[in-house]
């Protein structure tokens, strides 16, 4: 689940956020073998895959698949062309500013906590 959670360019501390869990939480969970279905549901639909993506992830299933597809997409005519639509860095980018967005409101959030609190300690 970590590496899910590293290719996705999430840190534990926003993982942590979206599940309404502390960060050590997280740590735990990701260390585990073992994760309980409705967790794990949750998990999987905070990173965005499906619960089976993180049963079944591995880096080796990972280097595979990357294999398979470059084995895949050699120009085999008109019919058979299988090249990348786009450019994993680009998704990579994208999943960064979703990240930082998403960031920059829990940081004002905080900001305007604080200085609600400091308002009503003024009073």
Not at 15 to 20: N, Q, S, T, V, Y
Not at 50 to 69: C, P, Q, R, V
Not at 102 to 122: F, G, I
Request: hydrophobic content about 35%; some cysteine; glycine content about 4%.
């Amino acid at each position: 689940m970590a590496r899910i959670r590293e290719l996705r360019g999430m840190k534990q501390e926003t993982l942590a956020e979206e599940l309404g869990i502390s960060q050590q939480s997280v740590s735990h969970i990701e260390q585990s073998d073992t994760l309980e279905d409705d967790k794990l549901e949750r998990v999987a639909r905070v990173l965005g895959v499906s619960k089976e993506a993180i049963e079944n992830f591995s880096e080796e299933n990972m280097l595979n698949f990357i294999n398979n597809f470059n084995d895949n997409s050699v120009n085999h005519g008109p019919l058979n062309n299988h090249h990348c639509t786009f450019n994993p860095l680009d998704k990579l980018v994208e999943a960064y500013e979703e990240n930082k967005k998403l960031y920059e409101r829990l940081v004002q959030a905080e900001k305007d906590k604080v200085s609600y609190l400091e308002k009503l300690l003024n009073k």
